[in-house]
């Protein structure tokens, strides 16, 4: 049971470059939700997936987009980066239903625009 | 909005009781939970208050205060693992399915 993983696990791009951040859970959950956190910020919520097909936006969706094709996966994409967007980003899912706690977090992505 | 206030750095000694507080603000209130992660880890969930009191879990406590919007997680009997940033996450009632988390406190613990 791997839990909830991500791909790539670094990664540094010039600026204007695109790419994709893979993440995977095996637990079933419903929920997914993709963060990013800056040194002394804590998590900032990017985007989220309440289920298969659906994302809505978090607190700071903007320059990300997301998809949700499957129910296993929650892709995250940087369209052209930037280097306001130097971070580390961590995935998470939850199982549905319940209150919104005990999040499952993937071990992270650490990205670098020059 | 949803805001959440907790102190950036806390120290203590290994074998002694250290407690991180938090409050929050929110508009609407469906719990306060509490992360811990380590330097290069990924969070990993500790507890949660949904309702007044104290919620023990070994050596972890974490007490809610709903009336006074406050918070706190408590450590007992320090040990040198212990060290690592603490963050506190609320979930308002607005924003759907979104949880809000404090910037963490870094607790340190000297031998």
């Known amino acids: 049971n791997a839990g909830v993983t991500q791909t790539p696990k670094f990664r540094v791009l010039k600026t204007g470059q695109s790419m994709t951040l893979l993440c995977a859970q095996d637990?079933?959950?419903?929920?997914m939700y993709w963060y990013r956190q800056d040194p002394g910020m804590g998590l900032r919520l990017i985007h989220y997936?309440?289920?298969?097909?659906?994302?809505a936006k978090g607190e700071v969706p903007d320059g990300y987009n997301v998809s949700r094709l499957k129910k296993q996966n929650f892709l995250l994409g940087l369209e052209s980066a930037a280097p306001s967007q130097t971070s580390v980003y961590f995935c998470?899912?939850?199982?549905?239903?319940?209150?919104?706690?005990?999040?499952?977090f993937g071990p992270g992505t650490r990205l670098t625009v020059t | 909005g949803q805001s959440l206030e907790q102190p950036s750095e806390v120290t203590a000694v290994e074998g002694a009781i250290v407690q991180i507080n938090c409050t929050y603000q929110?508009?609407?209130?469906?719990?306060l939970s509490w992360y811990q992660q380590h330097d290069g880890g990924a969070p990993t969930f500790l507890s949660y208050?949904?309702?007044?009191g104290l919620e023990e879990t070994g050596r972890f406590s974490s007490f809610l205060s709903r009336s006074d919007s406050y918070g706190y997680l408590l450590l007992q009997e320090l040990q040198m693992k212990d060290s690592a940033s603490y963050f506190c996450?609320?979930?308002?009632?607005?924003?759907?399915?979104?949880?809000?988390f404090g910037a963490g406190t870094r607790l340190f613990v000297k031998a």
């Open positions: 637990m079933n959950h419903e929920y």
């Open positions: 929110t508009s609407g209130f469906y719990g």
């Open positions: 996450a609320v979930r308002g009632s607005t924003g759907g399915f979104k949880t809000i």
């Open positions: 208050n949904g309702l007044d």
């Open positions: 997936s309440v289920g298969e097909g659906t994302t």
């Open positions: 998470a899912s939850r199982a549905a239903g319940g209150l919104d706690y005990e999040q499952y």
